[in-house]
């Protein structure tokens, strides 16, 4: 809940920031995206916390994923990431785990 909150506020400072205009409006500075894809997957095969820290290390560790949530009950892992990751990548390292994703 904490990860949400502090993602939330972050997006809200930049929008902040950003609508308020720069001096600069031709300057070479890069700009940052602040765009986020909330994909949420149904995956069968976990039971145990062991399950949980599993998936949450693997996909974490990828480039381009910005938060990971397990819900052991509900069988949902969801994934907050960047445009540019393959959601296919994703669903190949939670199946290379040992888990099934229908």
Same mark, same amino acid.
């Given at each position: *809940? ?6 939330? +506020? +972050?997006?809200? *400072? ?28 149904? #995956?069968?095969? $976990? ?14 560790? $990828? ?13 949902? #892992? ?6 540019? +990751? ?17």
């Amino acid at each position: *809940m904490k990860r949400v909150i502090i993602f939330t +506020l +972050l997006i809200t *400072m930049a929008f902040v920031l950003t609508a308020c205009g720069s001096e600069k409006e031709n300057s070479s500075e890069p700009t940052i995206s602040l765009t986020a894809i909330i994909t949420e997957l149904t #995956v069968w095969g $976990m039971s145990c916390s062991r399950c949980v820290n599993s998936i949450t290390s693997t996909v974490s560790a $990828m480039d381009g994923v910005i938060d990971v949530s397990v819900d052991l009950r509900a069988e949902k #892992v969801t994934v907050t990431h960047t445009p540019e +990751l393959d959601i296919a990548l994703v669903k190949s390292a939670i199946t290379g785990e040992g888990f099934q994703i229908p």
